[in-house]
């Protein structure tokens, strides 16, 4: 009777684990990687209209190569980011 109670609990404990490992830790990574996404996409928005990518100062009409706010290089809109 005992070993039967251990072995039903060892079981649930086997279902959890695998649960864990098929279910919640796919659904992290594409969480993750979604939030990256949007991570770059409002990167690159703020490039295309112009401002810090850093700060979000806006640096339309300003010619140097660095933001006079925060002190960061401009970025280009030339410049791919892996998105990993
Ligand atoms: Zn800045």
């Known amino acids: 009777m ?3 109670h251990v072995s039903q609990r060892t079981q649930m404990w086997v279902m959890a684990i695998f649960g864990i490992l098929f279910c919640v830790l796919p659904l992290l990574i594409v969480i993750r990687k979604y939030r990256r996404i949007q991570e770059q996409q409002n990167t690159n928005m703020k490039k295309v209209a112009g401002f810090c990518v850093a700060c979000g100062y806006n640096l339309r009409g300003i010619t140097s190569a660095r933001c006079p706010e925060c ?3 401009r970025a280009s809109l030339n410049e791919n980011h892996d998105i990993a």
């Open 2 to 4: 005992l070993t039967r």
């Open 71 to 73: 002190g960061a290089v």
